[in-house]
C-alpha cells in the first residue's frame, strides 16, 4: 500500500495498492545496497547494506529483461505485429494500445500525440482497429507471398503460420 498524505488543504491522497511503477523504482533504488545517489552519481552510504550485492545483479537484470519484453511485446498474448511500422497522414508514428470494456480487450493504433493529450488537443490525430488494419495488411502479404522485407518480417511470420487470428477477407 502506498503511504496516506494529506495535503495542506485537507485532501487525502495514497492508501492504495503500489502499480507495477512505484515498485520498479523500489527495486531500483541503490540505499539498499548501502550507497547514495546524488545526481545520477552512486557514493558509498555511511550504513550498511541490506542485501548482497549478487541479489542486486540479478533483480536488475530480471527488471532489464523485462522491460526488453515489454517493450518489443513478445509475451504479449495478442502481440501487436505492426509496431512501429504504422504512421498516420501527418507522419506520427502510430502506437498499440488497447481498451477493455465488460472483460473484452479491443486493441487500437493510436496516433502518438492522442496518447499524450485528449482529442480537442490532437484534431487530427487517428485510432484505427489493430484487428482491422492488422486483417489488411496479412490480406495484401498473402496476395504477395514472396514479399519479405525486414520491416514485415513479424506479420510474415504470423501469416506463414496461420497462428494469426484475423479470419479471412
Same mark, same amino acid.
Given at each position: 500500500?502506498?503511504? =496516506?498524505?494529506?495535503? /495542506? ?48 545483479? /540479478?533483480? !536488475? ?5 523485462? /522491460? ?23 507522419? !506520427? ?32 490525430? $487517428? $485510432? =484505427? ?7 489488411? =495488411?496479412?490480406?495484401?502479404?498473402? !496476395? ?9 518480417? /513479424? ?15
Amino acid at each position: 500500500m502506498s503511504k =496516506v498524505r494529506i495535503d /495542506r488543504h485537507g485532501r487525502r491522497t495514497g492508501g492504495k495498492p503500489c502499480a507495477r511503477g512505484a515498485l520498479y523504482k523500489l527495486l531500483q533504488t541503490r540505499i539498499y545496497l548501502g550507497e547514495i545517489v546524488h545526481k545520477d552519481a552512486s557514493y558509498p552510504g555511511q550504513h550498511d547494506a541490506i542485501i548482497s550485492n549478487e541479489l542486486w545483479d /540479478r533483480v !536488475q537484470q530480471l527488471l532489464a529483461q523485462n /522491460r526488453v519484453e515489454r517493450e518489443l511485446g513478445s509475451e504479449a498474448r495478442v502481440p501487436s505485429l505492426l509496431v512501429g511500422l504504422v504512421y498516420d497522414e501527418t507522419g !506520427q508514428r502510430m502506437t498499440p494500445t488497447h481498451a477493455n470494456k465488460k472483460g473484452v480487450r479491443y486493441r487500437y493504433y493510436v496516433s502518438q500525440p492522442l496518447t499524450a493529450s485528449a482529442r480537442s488537443g490532437v484534431p487530427r490525430g $487517428r $485510432r =484505427v482497429p489493430a484487428r482491422d488494419l492488422e486483417r489488411i =495488411v496479412i490480406h495484401r502479404l498473402r !496476395q504477395f507471398p514472396r514479399v519479405r522485407s525486414r520491416g514485415c518480417s /513479424r506479420a510474415w511470420q504470423a501469416c506463414a503460420k496461420g497462428g494469426l487470428d484475423v479470419g479471412s477477407s
